[in-house]
């Protein structure tokens, strides 16, 4: 059932994105006179790979007038994108033999360069804008809450401490640069070339020197900062072992057996080796320590309730959270280009990120979460939107370069030319899709 959902989220996501970033396309297409041939979600690959087609036998005796349509609606059945046919434009489709036809007026191929150049960003501009939509119903309506890096300590996973971390440090400084978000540290850390870090330990600070080429392994690594918090007990649970062991609100546990536990993650770790056993709690309340007996349950637990670390919670109006998702986007897309930058590097191995649909599956919740959703729709929005703007010629900005190019030279690239980059820029995304596939496919067996 969780896989279920998980791709259920996953085709729906993909399919609003496709739609949207091809719906673009045929806007701008249309607003100046271009025919569109086709607009498909998905690509219909072979003689029967059309799942539904407003051309197609079972539509067109539904809706009669739908033969008369210039453009034909559909569904392919391969779910690796969606195209917007233009007439008179080389593209995936690499229909050839339409180009070798005399031009005619209502073709891509015949209209100025910057009508050309507009319709070619047209795809990239509307995920763009959907992102900002979805960041400002964000911010209107759940706002924005984040713990803060100050103050906060960390506990590192076995890669942080293989790249110089302790448990507890605060983490001050990434060279110059001063983090608010506890959240976003470890990307923080991979993103922005970060030579040291300036933490605080045992009230002293220390500078701790960044391997470079460990990034990759920062990159493919969540969770390498987690939030390190004293266990302090909130309430005790009833049916608790320990309702009658006289635990307090407020009370910290710092020591179990002597074992000095001074965050929830050292206690959790003690306490499992200990089912069913009783322990000898060392407890700070106020001024003093005391010493408690607590019985540990079969599952490793002693029933009690923790404070939790506190959120700094930031709440807009429709007004003001038009301004926060414009800002929010801009970090999101300066953020991605960042790893795109990291990925671009091999030394830093930040390629053996690159993944599929099969990573993208791993990030939806396993249950339905509107707040969930919507950020990660907005994030691959922008995602979709930077890389189609990769100067590669089956891309967008491939398209993009060669009508520049036309609009500084006054010379306009051959058809032959063109075909050529085209057939060159898909054998480059094809290696790229299996680079991401393998990566997948080696994360599901490590």
């Given at each position: 059932?969780?896989?279920?959902?998980?791709?259920?989220?996953?085709?729906?996501?993909?399919?609003?994105?496709?739609?949207?970033?091809?719906?673009?396309?045929?806007?701008?297409?249309?607003?100046?006179?271009?025919?569109?041939?086709?607009?498909?979600?998905?690509?219909?690959?072979?003689?029967?790979?059309?799942?539904?087609?407003?051309?197609?036998?079972?539509?067109?005796?539904?809706?009669?007038?739908?033969?008369?349509?210039?453009?034909?609606?559909?569904?392919?059945?391969?779910?690796?994108?969606?195209?917007?046919?233009?007439?008179?434009?080389?593209?995936?489709?690499?229909?050839?033999?339409?180009?070798?036809?005399?031009?005619?007026?209502?073709?891509?191929?015949?209209?100025?360069?910057?009508?050309?150049?507009?319709?070619?960003?047209?795809?990239?501009?509307?995920?763009?804008?959907?992102?900002?939509?979805?960041?400002?119903?964000?911010?209107?309506?759940?706002?924005?809450?984040?713990?803060?890096?100050?103050?906060?300590?960390?506990?590192?996973?076995?890669?942080?401490?293989?790249?110089?971390?302790?448990?507890?440090?605060?983490?001050?400084?990434?060279?110059?640069?001063?983090?608010?978000?506890?959240?976003?540290?470890?990307?923080?850390?991979?993103?922005?070339?970060?030579?040291?870090?300036?933490?605080?330990?045992?009230?002293?600070?220390?500078?701790?020197?960044?391997?470079?080429?460990?990034?990759?392994?920062?990159?493919?690594?969540?969770?390498?900062?987690?939030?390190?918090?004293?266990?302090?007990?909130?309430?005790?649970?009833?049916?608790?072992?320990?309702?009658?062991?006289?635990?307090?609100?407020?009370?910290?546990?710092?020591?179990?057996?002597?074992?000095?536990?001074?965050?929830?993650?050292?206690?959790?770790?003690?306490?499992?080796?200990?089912?069913g056993d009783s322990v000898q709690a060392s407890i700070l309340r106020g001024a003093d320590t005391l010493a408690v007996p607590v019985l540990v349950d079969s599952e490793g637990r002693i029933g009690v309730y923790?404070?939790?670390?506190?959120?700094?919670?930031?709440?807009?109006?429709?007004?003001?959270?038009?301004?926060?998702?414009?800002?929010?986007?801009?970090?999101?897309?300066?953020?991605?280009?960042?790893?795109?930058?990291?990925?671009?590097?091999?030394?830093?191995?930040?390629?053996?990120?690159?993944?599929?649909?099969?990573?993208?599956?791993?990030?939806?919740?396993?249950?339905?979460?509107?707040?969930?959703?919507?950020?990660?729709?907005?994030?691959?929005?922008?995602?979709?939107?930077?890389?189609?703007?990769?100067?590669?010629?089956?891309?967008?900005?491939?398209?993009?370069?060669?009508?520049?190019?036309?609009?500084?030279?006054?010379?306009?690239?051959?058809?032959?030319?063109?075909?050529?980059?085209?057939?060159?820029?898909?054998?480059?995304?094809?290696?790229?899709?299996?680079?991401?596939?393998?990566?997948?496919?080696?994360?599901?067996?490590?």
């Amino acid at each position: 059932m969780v896989v279920l959902m998980k791709v259920l989220q996953v085709i729906l996501a993909l399919s609003i994105l496709i739609v949207i970033h091809e719906f673009g396309h045929f806007t701008f297409a249309k607003l100046f006179g271009i025919r569109v041939e086709k607009f498909f979600l998905f690509f219909d690959i072979g003689e029967n790979g059309k799942l539904l087609s407003t051309k197609g036998r079972f539509f067109t005796r539904l809706f009669p007038k739908a033969k008369d349509w210039e453009t034909e609606y559909g569904i392919g059945w391969l779910p690796l994108g969606g195209y917007c046919k233009i007439s008179g434009m080389i593209d995936e489709s690499m229909d050839t033999e339409a180009m070798k036809k005399d031009p005619q007026p209502w073709e891509f191929r015949t209209k100025p360069a910057w009508q050309r150049l507009l319709v070619m960003v047209g795809g990239v501009l509307y995920n763009f804008i959907f992102a900002i939509i979805c960041y400002i119903g964000i911010m209107a309506i759940w706002g924005s809450s984040y713990i803060r890096n100050e103050g906060s300590r960390i506990y590192p996973d076995q890669l942080g401490v293989e790249m110089g971390f302790k448990a507890g440090d605060q983490i001050l400084r990434m060279d110059d640069y001063v983090p608010e978000n506890f959240g976003m540290l470890q990307a923080d850390l991979a993103r922005r070339n970060v030579g040291k870090v300036v933490v605080l330990r045992d009230g002293d600070t220390v500078d701790v020197y960044i391997d470079h080429s460990k990034i990759g392994e920062v990159l493919n690594s969540p969770g390498m900062f987690d939030l390190a918090v004293p266990f302090v007990i909130d309430s005790v649970m009833a049916g608790s072992p320990n309702v009658d062991a006289g635990l307090l609100r407020g009370d910290r546990i710092v020591a179990l057996d002597s074992i000095q536990t001074p965050f929830i993650q050292d206690m959790k770790a003690y306490l499992a080796t200990v089912p069913g056993d009783s322990v000898q709690a060392s407890i700070l309340r106020g001024a003093d320590t005391l010493a408690v007996p607590v019985l540990v349950d079969s599952e490793g637990r002693i029933g009690v309730y923790t404070q939790v670390p506190t959120y700094t919670t930031k709440t807009y109006s429709l007004i003001e959270a038009i301004p926060a998702g414009l800002e929010l986007t801009a970090e999101t897309i300066g953020g991605y280009l960042r790893d795109l930058k990291l990925v671009a590097s091999p030394r830093t191995e930040a390629y053996k990120s690159v993944g599929s649909f099969i990573a993208i599956g791993q990030v939806f919740p396993s249950t339905w979460d509107w707040f969930r959703f919507l950020h990660i729709l907005a994030l691959l929005s922008i995602m979709l939107g930077v890389m189609n703007l990769l100067p590669i010629p089956a891309l967008d900005g491939g398209h993009i370069v060669f009508c520049l190019y036309e609009m500084l030279t006054g010379r306009k690239p051959s058809d032959k030319f063109l075909e050529v980059a085209q057939i060159i820029g898909m054998v480059l995304l094809m290696m790229l899709m299996v680079l991401a596939f393998g990566n997948d496919i080696r994360r599901l067996f490590h």
